[in-house]
T-cell receptor
Framework: ETGVTQSPTHLIKTRGQQVTLRCSSQ?????VSWYQQALGQGPQFIFQ???????GRGNFPPRFSGLQFPNYSSELNVNALELDDSALYLC???????????????FGPGTRLTVL | AQSVTQPDIHITVSEGASLELRCNYS??????LFWYVQSPGQGLQLLLK??????LVQGIKGFEAEFKRSQSSFNLRKPSVHWSDAAEYFC????????????FGTGTRLTIIP
């Protein structure tokens, strides 16, 4: 069983640029959630994707967007990068049943984004 | 909206000593509760979870947690810590309906001294 993987591991960008982060969900999982973890803080929910549609969003501006693909992998896109976007971005996958109620989330190792 | 408070930012314990990390949540009903551990530069690993039933739950690595509804708490315990337990610990809450958004506390950093 393959766990959650994320790429790249580290990334350095400058203000105003755009970035795409990628996540492959654990085998058998159909739901992907993205979190932002600033230094010294707990992870903050960005959004979740289920069946290729956004299924809940946290308090993040529209320049944070995402996609989920038919194989349940996902992308997080951030436009017009700001210095405060520097953080560890975590992806988590889970299996949501037909009732819509899910189960525990399994996290990937994260992508460390630095914005200069 | 739900929230989680971890009152202790940093805790230092001696190897072999017992450990208790505090977690309080705010939510109108009984939520799903989780404890995760994060080693430096790593993702989050689930230690244990509470959905319903027995209020004392056992997890991996010898950890346990007790759900106390009257105190809105879900404290994490370990009877004897090992040097390898040094890490950041996060308590999280999830509602029992809708999407699976996890709301995390700010974490407690655990340092182990010989």
């Amino acid at each position: 069983e393959t766990g959650v993987t994320q790429s790249p591991t580290h990334l350095i960008k400058t203000r105003g640029q755009q970035v795409t982060l990628r996540c492959s969900s654990q085998s058998g999982h159909n739901t992907v959630s993205w979190y932002q973890q600033a230094l010294g803080q707990g992870p903050q929910f960005i959004f979740q994707y289920y069946r290729e549609e956004e299924n809940g969003r946290g308090n993040f501006p529209p320049r944070f967007s995402g996609l989920q693909f038919p194989n349940y992998s996902s992308e997080l896109n951030v436009n017009a990068l700001e210095l405060d976007d520097s953080a560890l971005y975590l992806c988590a996958s889970s299996q949501t049943g037909t009732s819509g109620r899910g189960n525990e989330q399994f996290f990937g190792p994260g992508t460390r984004l630095t914005v200069l | 909206a739900q929230s989680v408070t971890q009152p202790d930012i940093h805790i230092t314990v001696s190897e072999g000593a017992s450990l208790e990390l505090r977690c309080n949540y705010s939510y109108g009903a009984t939520p799903y509760l989780f404890w995760y551990v994060q080693s430096p530069g790593q993702g989050l690993q689930l230690l244990l979870k509470y959905f319903s039933g027995d209020t004392l739950v056992q997890g991996i690595k010898g950890f346990e947690a007790e759900f106390k509804r009257s105190q809105s708490s879900f404290n994490l315990r370990k009877p004897s810590v090992h040097w390898s337990d040094a890490a950041e610990y996060f308590c999280a809450v999830r509602t029992n309906f809708g999407n699976e958004k996890l709301t995390f506390g700010t974490g407690t950093r655990l340092t182990i001294i010989p």
